[in-house]
């Protein structure tokens, strides 16, 4: 099954870039669905009729969506599938789970399984999946009725980082587990081993199932830890408000590049936004070129000479004694809270914060405004 839909998945995609470089039309799923009909009925590939053939169909529509995920620029251009990589397979119907067995077309007799919690609600489709270790998952869609979340009528703002995760505005923070740095000495270790072992040999592939057991890990651990916080986050607060980072850009820098992979702040950002989605709780980015590690969030003074290094700072205008992160966190709160409330927007925030900083360089530090969106 896995080697079948994983030829279909490159056969039709071969087809459609041939199709566009050649004659610049592009093929539909049902153009690729005729080719696989006609592709059964040939001797040389009959042996596509051993399996199930929605699978089959699954597999050319898992390639449709992947090509308007990148015409709507969610995903990159779809590639070509390996088999040394995960592979996994669809069954949209006839999922039955019985006696602790999976029963699927073709595996009548049943699949054995270790269930981790109880089958709930209707069951609409599985996937069937096994990853570079070697460890077969299936997972099983259900259609049940989603308890949201408790509302808290609380708002917090969250200022991420390397050092910490996250910040909240309340004084509290989640610290960053470093999941990555803690194994790395290990990943070089196999990963040495690896490099001297011979292309093709059984040795090899025994490496690289160990050097896949450590990634794995890693990665476990960091997914773990970042659903935790995140739905910890989400049932806690009915207003989530973050700063809109570039973190493609942060990842060019490559003296922050390996820091920001393992604190995986993309992943985490995700989280929150559809965790808070499911819970009808509401979750706001602010822009990013909004100041708020500069400005303070008592009287709005924006200190330009902040750097990086420095991690508290006093207000010039009301005294005031920061902690560089807490008061960030606040003023992301403040804005997240101006944008929902129609006072501030994503698109205006920049303009107003220039007009607010050209404003303030012709008065005292003493005497300067509240700055622009940020509110007293």
């Known amino acids: ?43 040389e590939y009959v042996w596509l009729k051993e399996v199930n ?22 995903n990159k251009f779809p590639r070509f599938k390996s088999k040394y990589d995960k592979q996994s397979f669809k069954i949209p119907q006839n999922v039955l789970i019985e006696n602790e067995k999976l029963v699927i077309p073709k595996f009548k007799e049943g699949i054995k399984l270790n269930l981790h919690r109880q089958i709930e609600g209707e069951l609409l489709f599985a996937t069937i999946s096994k990853n570079t270790t070697g460890k077969y998952y299936v997972s099983i869609t259900c259609e049940i009725k989603y308890i949201p979340y408790e509302k808290t009528n609380k708002s917090i703002g969250i200022d991420t980082g390397i050092k910490e995760l996250a910040i909240l505005s309340d004084g509290s923070s989640y610290e ?29 592939n025994k490496q690289k199932k160990k050097l896949a057991l450590v990634h794995e890990h890693i990665t476990n651990i960091r997914k773990d830890y970042l659903h935790k916080v995140s739905t910890e986050i989400a049932k806690n607060h009915d207003i989530i408000s973050v700063e809109d980072l570039a973190v493609k850009n942060i990842m060019k820098n490559h003296c922050l590049a390996q820091a920001m992979s393992d604190v995986s702040l993309g992943t985490f950002y995700t989280m929150l936004e559809y965790k ?3 819970n009808d709780k509401s979750f706001v980015k602010i822009d990013r070129f909004f100041p708020s590690s500069k400005t303070c969030s008592i009287c709005g003074w924006i200190k330009q000479d902040l750097e990086l290094k420095h991690r508290e700072w006093t207000c010039e205008s009301c005294g005031t004694h920061h902690n560089r992160d807490v008061n960030a966190a606040n003023n992301i709160l403040k804005q997240g809270l101006n944008i929902l409330s129609g006072y501030g927007t ?12 050209s404003l303030e360089l012709s008065m005292k530090p003493e005497a300067q405004p509240i700055a622009s969106g940020v509110g007293g």
């Open 1 to 43: 099954h896995f080697g079948h839909c994983r030829f279909v998945f490159n056969r039709m995609l071969s087809d459609r870039k041939e199709k566009y470089l050649n004659e610049k039309t592009s093929l539909n799923y049902y153009d690729n669905a005729r080719t696989l009909t006609e592709l059964k009925k040939e001797e």
């Open 176 to 204: 960053n587990i470093k999941s990555l740095k803690t194994k790395l000495s290990k990943l070089k270790y196999e990963q040495r081993q690896l490099s001297k072992k011979t292309k093709g040999s059984n040795s090899r």
């Open 53 to 74: 053939s929605q699978s089959l169909q699954a597999a050319i529509r898992n390639l449709d969506v992947a090509y308007r995920n990148f015409f709507n620029k969610q």
């Open 276 to 278: 808070a989605k499911w």
């Open 346 to 357: 994503q698109s205006d925030t920049k303009q107003k914060q220039v007009e607010a900083n």
